[in-house]
């Protein structure tokens, strides 16, 4: 006896939030003027950083992102993007969401997957006429370039080196003390750090470090 199939395919979204709970989207240049005319704040965004590992949705795997990827957090201690209302799946931001959003359909990858990669928005598109702000970030960018730190791992992994861990540790108290000599001394916000500076270092390097060198770390 054959029971009759009750699946039925999707051709619209049925708003189960599946994606949303999956991470905010990353933000293209097409997206500028979001952020430009404050419909999404600063404060609700952070930066992947260029060489940082990055996991891939087209192509399913973790890789070094080439450039900035600026993307919409998510809740504390969520994958949860941040302009989700969980209580009846509404998008706070619907009219105005990113393209990512306007082009995601589960039921059909297409659209997202040709403009996934292309034309991303970075700081620099934001930030480069803060000139005193831009170069502070450029000097960041130089001091805890992650293609530098991605060499030191390396090593690490397979040998103990005090200079080199002496290393990794100055770029870990950099990154520390230019984000609270910001907040507490130029009253900066906190949540615009991990826009300005990417996520912390004190985070990245043992979220992807070997283990060895987490332990190290600690």
Request: with cysteine; glycine share 4%.
């Amino acid at each position: 006896m054959k029971f009759k199939s009750t699946r039925q395919t999707i051709t619209q979204c049925k708003r189960c939030a599946t994606c949303c709970n999956k991470g905010g989207p990353a933000l293209h240049l097409e997206d500028a003027h979001l952020v430009v005319n404050g419909k999404i704040l600063l404060r609700n965004l952070y930066t992947i950083r260029p060489g940082e590992p990055d996991f891939d949705n087209i192509q399913n795997r973790i890789r070094p992102a080439d450039s900035d990827i600026i993307k919409i957090k998510s809740k504390k201690n969520s994958q949860t993007c941040v302009f989700l209302n969980e209580s009846n799946h509404d998008c706070t931001i619907y009219a105005q969401r990113p393209v990512e959003c306007r082009a995601l359909k589960c039921w059909d990858t297409q659209q997202i997957e040709r403009i996934y990669c292309i034309n991303r928005l970075t700081r620099k598109d934001l930030l480069s006429d803060s000139k005193d702000l831009w170069n502070l970030i450029c000097d960041h960018q130089t001091r805890c370039d992650y293609s530098k730190i991605q060499k030191i791992l390396t090593f690490l992994s397979n040998r103990s080196d005090e200079r080199r861990l002496k290393e990794l540790h100055r770029m870990i108290r950099y990154d520390q003390h230019l984000r609270s000599v910001l907040a507490e001394k130029g009253g900066m916000d906190r949540e615009l750090m991990d826009f300005l500076f990417g996520l912390p270092l004190s985070q990245t390097i043992k979220r992807f470090a070997h283990q060895a060198v987490r332990q190290l770390l600690i």
